[in-house]
């Protein structure tokens, strides 16, 4: 073992600076180092984005008028994906906070992987166009169809919670929950004449409302509040559980 026992020739000054700084660090209260670190609710920066193959970083990843393709793996509170104009190709394949806004135009966004999620504050907005929405994974947040005809679908191995918002907003919006996905929070078709298919069961946290005009709402089990009204030719059918209100 003789290393152990050799002495530095050189770098002894060099290193004497850091020493002394880890040494300072180690004596500051512990209170000190806190107030250095970011709270704890707060994570690093990781929006994590590509615009047509370029990496976007954030906090604002905006499209072109053009047919964009823009893939998230990660997008942070406050930030947001602006796709603007065209036939944007959304894909979000990680945890979604900030806000993703298709622009004009009929866009393609699409939520999927294991580690996808919309989280609590986060949100989708097709905005205008006819969008198609599709879901694979946990929505927290809000999903919106914005204006025009929307398409969203949840398919087997998405998830919703009890304060979920999933609203079609203006427009002849098709809203449909696969048969394994249990529906909570609130969807609604909002205006317009609607078509909401719930292929399994509302839960009792859950509601599904058609809003104005004549919406054709289809929910098998029901656990929860099914609501087409108020238009004048609303269809409402429950296959089981509570029935539609009228
Ligand atoms: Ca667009
Ligand atoms: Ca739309
Ligand atoms: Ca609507």
């Known amino acids: 073992m003789a290393h152990v026992k050799r002495h530095p020739h050189r770098g002894t000054a060099r290193r004497a600076a850091p020493l002394a700084a880890v040494a300072l660090a180690l004596l500051l209260p512990a209170t000190a180092l806190a107030a250095q ?31 964009d393709t823009i893939v998230c793996s990660s997008l942070d509170a406050g930030h947001t994906v602006e796709a603007l104009g065209g036939a944007d190709t959304i894909t979000l394949t990680g945890g979604i906070d900030g806000n993703v806004r298709g622009g004009d135009g009929g866009d393609r966004i699409t939520l999927a992987g294991n580690s996808a999620s919309v989280g ?4 989708i907005d097709g905005q205008f166009g006819d969008d198609t ?39 002849h919006d098709n809203l449909t929950f696969d048969d394994e996905v249990e529906v909570s929070g609130t969807v ?9 298919r719930v292929f399994g069961t509302v839960t009792q946290n859950g509601e599904v409302l058609g809003g104005t005009g004549d919406d054709d709402v289809h929910v098998h089990n029901n656990q929860g509040a099914v ?20």
Do not use: K, W, Y
Not at 120 to 123: A, F, K, Q, R
Not at 230 to 244: A, I, K, S, Y
């Open 37 to 67: 670190a970011p709270a704890p609710a707060a994570r690093a920066a990781a929006t994590d984005c590509t615009l047509n193959g370029v990496p976007q970083p954030g906090p604002d990843i905006i499209g072109t008028n053009a047919d």
């Open 188 to 196: 609604e078709g909002a205006e317009e004449d609607d078509v909401i």
């Open 133 to 171: 929405i599709t879901i694979e994974a946990l929505v927290l947040g809000a999903v919106r169809g914005g204006q025009h005809n929307d398409t969203v679908h949840f398919v087997n191995g998405s998830s919703m919670a009890s304060r979920t918002l999933v609203r079609g907003a203006r427009g």
């Open 120 to 123: 609590p504050m986060g949100s």
């Open 227 to 246: 609501d087409a009204r108020p238009g004048e030719n609303d269809r409402c059918v429950v296959d089981m559980g509570r029935p539609c209100l009228r």
